[in-house]
């Protein structure tokens, strides 16, 4: 049994294989940075809807343009996408022995790297939108004033039917492979990677080496263009190579600000915070008896506390809570500025009318 599980939490010698736990975390990056993405956008155009009010409304597109270009600027130069860069991971080509392997900063083939980019950008930005228009149909589905013989009703109704199980049928192939790969069953975590032609595993030491040295390398290789083309395509590949690492290098420092806000904002860390916070509950009012203006409280309920008498018109003192008769506290109040019994600061605003059931 040992054996049939090492696999999960470690990788042999022969196998580059990488663990569940790097796989999912790798994969749950992603997911985590565009909601992330998108409640800065929301603050934003919420804050100032003339300057940032595009932004929401065009953020899916957005989003999807600056995925492409930084899943671009990592498969071309790493042979992996951004989050399995940044967990040590690179994409091997099915079919590649261990000594025919490219190292990681050759990049992947063409037809293998857009096979990537169609599963990691565009298949993403069709599944939100599939999502918004099942939504955007439920709504018109509750309020909707077709006829129910109309044909485009009977359409929309049978999809809306039909998309939960659609969607289960989507997800429930993403676990079964998943636990495939646990049991050592396959070699892809994900569908989406043999659709690519590609599967994942570590880094080698010579793929590091590689790509610690390739921008050296190439700045020393580089020469100058020759011709007005050559000259526009060398800048448009700089300039979206710049906005490429610019895009990376933030979202590197990004990835860590979300996990920390993560942290923050998690139960367990709230608890603590308001442990460590929380101010302590206020005591009750505490009765003066060294003060030789404070008279003592009578020993039954119903007598006034001034005139030692039952109480007439009771009237209570927000500012304490103690209970008197209006005619007793009114001139005390006026007089002193202050609760009877506990001293504190109040004026003649604070007094309250009490209704018995009686009246």
């Avoid at 439920?138 to 199980?165: G, M, Q």
């Avoid at 610019?246 to 990004?254: N, Y």
């Avoid at 007598?303 to 008197?324: E, H, I, M, Q, W």
Wanted: hydrophobic share 40%; net charge positive.
């Amino acid at each position: 049994m040992a054996e049939h599980g090492a696999h999960i939490t470690t990788a042999s010698v022969a196998d580059d294989q990488p663990s569940i736990f790097e796989v999912v975390a790798q994969d749950s990056l992603m997911t985590a940075v565009r909601p992330a993405l998108q409640h800065v956008v929301k603050v934003l155009a919420e804050s100032n809807p003339t300057h940032y009010g595009f932004l929401w409304r065009w953020f899916d597109e957005i989003f999807t343009l600056l995925d492409l270009l930084v899943q671009q600027h990592y498969l071309s130069r790493t042979s992996a996408s951004f989050s399995e860069n940044f967990y040590g991971l690179k994409r091997i080509v099915m079919g590649d022995t261990h000594k025919s392997q490219r190292l990681a900063s050759a990049g992947l083939p063409k037809k293998q790297l857009w096979k990537s980019i169609m599963v990691l950008v565009l298949l993403p930005y069709l599944k939100v939108k599939l999502e918004k228009l099942v939504s955007s149909l439920r709504e018109e589905d509750e309020y909707s004033i077709h006829p129910p013989s109309s044909r485009w009703k009977r359409f929309y109704r049978a999809f809306l039917a039909a998309y939960p199980f659609v969607n289960m049928a989507w997800e429930g192939w993403f676990l079964v492979q998943q636990l495939r790969y646990i049991l050592g069953k396959a070699q892809h975590h994900s569908p989406l990677l043999r659709l690519a032609g590609v599967r994942l595993g570590r880094l080698t030491v010579q793929d590091i080496q590689a790509l610690e040295h390739k921008p050296a390398k190439a700045s020393m290789m580089q020469q100058p263009a020759r011709s007005v083309s050559e000259k526009i395509k060398s800048a448009l590949k700089k300039a979206v190579g710049g906005v490429a690492l610019s895009l990376s290098t933030g979202l590197s420092v990004g990835v860590f600000f979300l996990q920390f806000l993560d942290w923050w904002y998690s139960s367990e860390n709230q608890e603590t915070i308001k442990s460590l916070t929380a101010l302590p509950t206020p005591p009750p009012p505490v009765h003066l008896d060294y003060n030789s203006d404070s008279p003592l409280l009578p020993k039954m309920k119903t007598v006034c506390p001034l005139c030692r008498k039952t109480r007439v018109n009771d009237t209570v003192l927000a500012t304490s809570g103690y209970v008197f008769c209006y005619r007793c506290v009114f001139h005390y109040v006026r007089s002193h500025q202050a609760c009877p019994i506990t001293g504190y600061p109040t004026e003649v605003q604070h007094l309250i009318k009490l209704y018995s059931p009686e009246n």
